[in-house]
């Protein structure tokens, strides 16, 4: 008996190791990319997240945007979001879903927004693009009855039967609307790779300062721009969506696919820390 009792305590000492270690994981203070000074950004554990648990983590992110509901005729659906194999999987396919909202048919797809708005900052994940046409998308936006504010990380269309040169873009885009003057001010990129999106791990990064917001793909910087309009603390949201307006809705070949996140890791700038994030 005293055998079983001490082999026991040994497997109730290895579970408690593992399980310490696994939160030491989580707890880890990434260094930023190379290009960002170590010495003047903080790694922020509460916003970030690995996705390495068995179940989103309801304290930082809603599975869904709770104000979206999907671009017609794709419809979000929290069913289509799901933690797997260490990665956060987003999933777009063909499907109709009885009494959905007039205009939504044909496509369900997926969003999670975060529950925390943020200021400033730097943002990176590594992803792997669904390869469909329903997008795969990673942005920041805010808005009020003033005014609207976005920065696209990324979208990007990872199949496309009818113009394959959408495969290869990375499109990086702002928009600032002031809703009482129907002011619009929306410039994008369209970045080419020279390679499809939606065959390959990459790692997207954007450094928003009160002075500019950069680009990056793959630690390469493609896009800069002075920060003229973008001050108001904004979601984070990643999701996929048709676009029929844009490069077109999905051929008859094309039955969604899967947007997978490996991790997500945010840095906030320390002279800004006291506006770098708030809880609403």
């Given at each position: 008996?005293?055998?079983?009792?001490?082999?026991?305590?040994?497997?109730?000492?290895?579970?408690?190791?593992?399980?310490?270690?696994?939160?030491?994981?989580?707890?880890?203070?990434?260094?930023?990319?190379?290009?960002?000074?170590?010495?003047?950004?903080?790694?922020?554990?509460?916003?970030?997240?690995?996705?390495?648990?068995?179940?989103?983590?309801?304290?930082?992110?809603?599975?869904?945007?709770?104000?979206?509901?999907?671009?017609?005729?794709?419809l979000f659906r929290s069913s289509n979001v799901a933690l797997k194999d260490g990665r956060l999987v987003l999933t777009g396919k063909r499907?109709?879903?009885?009494?959905?909202?007039?205009?939504?048919?044909?496509?369900?797809?997926?969003?999670?927004?975060?529950?925390?708005?943020?200021?400033?900052?730097?943002?990176?994940?590594?992803?792997?693009?669904?390869?469909?046409?329903?997008?795969?998308?990673?942005?920041?936006?805010?808005q009020d009855s003033v005014k609207q504010e976005e920065i696209d990380i990324f979208e990007i269309c990872g199949r496309n039967d009818r113009?394959?040169?959408?495969?290869?873009?990375?499109?990086?885009?702002?928009?600032?609307?002031?809703?009482?003057?129907?002011?619009?001010?929306?410039?994008?990129?369209?970045?080419?790779?020279?390679?499809?999106?939606?065959?390959?791990?990459?790692?997207?990064?954007?450094?928003?300062?009160?002075?500019?917001?950069?680009?990056?793909?793959?630690?390469?910087?493609?896009?800069?721009?002075?920060?003229?309009?973008?001050?108001?603390?904004?979601?984070?949201?990643?999701?996929?969506?048709?676009?029929?307006?844009?490069?077109?809705?999905?051929?008859?070949?094309?039955?969604?696919?899967?947007?997978?996140?490996?991790?997500?890791?945010?840095?906030?700038?320390?002279?800004?820390?006291?506006?770098?994030?708030?809880?609403?």
């Open positions: 008996m005293s055998n079983k009792r001490s082999f026991t305590g040994f497997l109730l000492m290895i579970f408690v190791l593992f399980m310490s270690c696994k939160s030491s994981y989580r707890a880890t203070a990434f260094k930023p990319a190379s290009f960002i000074d170590p010495g003047n950004w903080k790694y922020e554990t509460t916003i970030s997240d690995e996705f390495d648990d068995t179940e989103l983590d309801t304290a930082k992110w809603y599975s869904t945007n709770p104000g979206w509901i999907g671009r017609a005729p794709s499907e109709n879903v009885p009494n959905a909202p007039k205009g939504y048919h044909t496509f369900t797809s997926a969003a999670v927004q975060g529950k925390r708005k943020v200021l400033y900052g730097y943002f990176e994940i590594k992803c792997k693009p669904m390869n469909s046409s329903l997008s795969s998308a990673f942005w920041l936006y805010t113009d394959r040169s959408y495969e290869t873009t990375y499109f990086a885009t702002t928009h600032y609307i002031i809703k009482p003057r129907d002011l619009k001010i929306s410039d994008h990129v369209a970045y080419k790779t020279g390679y499809r999106l939606a065959d390959t791990f990459i790692i997207a990064g954007l450094k928003w300062t009160r002075e500019e917001i950069t680009w990056y793909l793959n630690g390469k910087e493609i896009r800069r721009r002075k920060n003229d309009f973008w001050h108001s603390p904004g979601t984070i949201n990643f999701d996929s969506e048709a676009f029929p307006g844009w490069w077109g809705l999905p051929s008859d070949e094309d039955n969604g696919g899967t947007f997978e996140i490996d991790y997500f890791r945010y840095w906030s700038q320390i002279k800004e820390d006291s506006k770098s994030y708030r809880n609403d």
